[in-house]
């Protein structure tokens, strides 16, 4: 069953750039914000909640330039329950098509006791700042934050007020991500069932992550009658986050059987959204995330393969393409097969003769023993290398050792074999990493200008694995180098080292500015 215009509509609320923004270390730029605004406005979020304009200038600018720009999405700012806040966000969102001030105040017992208001004077300041936003603004969404620790009775009675001071969207926050579905469910049927007036507004369910229920607290408040979703891209958000966008949105589709409810998104932007949000954050997404993880396409024993390859539904719900990956991902590992390997290789591009995929597959086989992935990129160079006697890589690490400790300044010693001959070389650095990528400097001159450097433990404890990524730019050519090992600074030079080929190879092929002109989405728009 798909998705189908009788069926009601969820509306999307995207709060990435304001509740996801705030989690720390996920500070985007100015010029980011608009990047992701405008990717979101496209992929048919309904309301994008673009900043906090009272909390920075920065804020402010942000959410009043992605007003000016929104095309199709509500743009909305957040407010406390105060008028210069909700001055500040009208000031900011009234560029907008369709514009929104989102006020909220604490009204659990232990957020009523920060301002030290009681329950009569709390009542009143609602009634008074809703009144105020709405005569701003038509639409205006309330917040009781934390409602899932206020009392029932209390909830009901503010949800009223807000109501009858012309709130046209009710959400209800779990602030602390404390509920759980049975009971996200049960708030929302009863705020239905007690509230005069509630069957006038949209209920929204925001959900934090903290005990890890965030999607499915959203889908009960749903499956209730709450009719909008507040989720971040990538699930980010402060603590463990808030409800990721992609699961809420492909639980609807996959599951629309029993969730006959549609939404406006474009699934197949999806992936690229989590990249950008990913890379912008600096907030990587685990390889087993839902939807949007580096694995959650990909099917490494052999049951698995030989399934998927047969047919698809076997072992996927979803289509890769649903949400915008095109190439099918079987990663290669030990317990792959020779038909996953020949198929893997033809979507390469290998459309090899028996011998030379019997010749390839023992290669491939030795190359699985030691690594326990075996990605696109290791086949492409396996059977290159296979096909042109060691073409690939000018440059191979050979030999490291570091002296590093609390005494400065670290020490280097490395072979690098260029082009086949081994050079010996040892220099010093701000730290190991430094004085080994001096090395590689010294041994192999070059212009390149290291962009990014990321280093991500695969695993949790001391001896887990380090993928590190860099990104080298020369003459507007741009490659990333990746490795991995259990030695995080031997990772570090493989992975630059691994750049450095792959500029080796670029040169050749491509003209100086050609990858600035095709990764222009990470300018200022
Ligand atoms: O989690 C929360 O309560 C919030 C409110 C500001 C809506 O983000
Ligand atoms: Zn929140």
Redesign the pocket.
């Known amino acids: 069953m798909a998705q189908n215009d009788s069926q009601d509509r969820v509306f999307i609320f995207d ?1 990435t750039l ?2 996801g923004e705030q989690s720390p270390g996920a500070t985007m730029t100015h010029n980011e914000k608009l990047e992701i605004a405008s990717l979101l406005d496209e992929m048919g979020v309904d309301v994008i909640e673009a900043g906090f304009p009272i909390a920075s200038e920065g804020d402010f600018n942000a959410v009043s330039e992605i007003s000016k720009r929104s095309v199709n999405s509500t743009i909305c700012g ?1 407010a406390r329950a105060n008028f210069k806040d909700i001055d500040r966000a009208w000031e900011a969102v009234k560029h907008a098509k369709s514009p929104r001030i ?1 006020t ?1 105040i604490g009204t659990s017992p232990l957020h009523r006791a920060i301002p030290n208001l009681t329950m009569d004077e709390m009542a009143e300041r609602i009634h008074q700042t809703v009144t105020h936003a709405r005569n701003l603004c038509d639409n205006v969404q309330w ?1 009781p ?2 409602a899932t620790r206020t009392e029932h009775d209390y909830l009901c009675r503010v949800v009223e007020i807000a109501i009858k001071a012309g709130a046209t969207t009710i ?1 209800i ?3 602390v991500g404390y509920t759980y579905p049975m009971e996200s469910a049960k708030i929302i049927r009863m705020l239905l069932e007690r509230v005069p007036g509630a069957d006038e507004i949209i209920f929204a369910t ?1 959900c ?1 992550n903290d005990l890890g229920m965030a999607t499915a607290n959203s889908l009960a408040a749903v499956e209730a009658g709450a009719r909008q979703i ?1 989720c971040t891209i990538n699930g980010l958000g402060e603590r463990a986050g808030n409800t990721a966008l992609e699961e809420v949105v492909m639980a609807l589709r996959v599951r629309n059987d029993i969730l006959p409810f549609r939404t406006g998104i474009d699934t197949t932007k999806i992936m690229h959204l989590s990249r950008r949000v990913s890379t912008v954050s600096g907030f990587v997404v685990q390889p087993n995330k839902a939807i949007v993880g580096k694995n959650a396409f990909l099917h490494e024993s052999g049951i698995h393969q030989d399934g998927v390859l047969k047919n698809v539904e076997t072992f996927e719900i979803m289509r890769p393409e649903d949400i915008g990956l095109t190439a099918k991902n079987i990663v290669m590992g030990k317990h792959s097969g020779r038909a996953a390997l020949r198929s893997k290789l033809k979507e390469l591009g290998f459309d090899l003769a028996d011998n030379q995929l019997n010749d390839v597959f023992v290669r491939f086989k030795a190359l699985a023993d030691r690594k326990k992935e075996v990605y696109d990129e290791d086949l492409v160079a396996l059977v290159a290398d296979e096909q042109t006697n060691d073409a690939y890589d000018t440059l191979v690490l050979k030999k490291l050792r570091v002296i590093s400790g609390t005494d400065g300044p670290q020490e280097a010693d490395m072979i690098l074999t260029i082009d086949g001959v081994d050079h010996h070389i040892d220099a010093t650095g701000d730290g190991p990493v430094d004085a080994a990528f001096n090395c590689v400097k010294q041994l192999w001159p070059h212009q390149a200008r290291l962009q990014v450097y990321q280093v991500h433990a695969v695993t949790q404890g001391t001896d887990a694995q380090a993928t590190v990524s860099v990104r080298l730019e020369e003459e507007g050519r741009i490659v990333t180098g990746t490795s991995a090992d259990t030695d995080t600074i031997v990772a570090s030079v493989k992975a630059y080292i691994n750049g450095l080929n792959r500029l080796v190879v670029r040169r050749t092929k491509s003209a100086p500015g050609d990858d600035l002109k095709s990764v222009s989405y990470t300018d200022a728009p």
Request: glycine share 0%.
């Open positions: 709060t304001r509740d957040l989102h909220f917040s934050m934390d959400n926050p779990d602030t925001h934090h507040e």
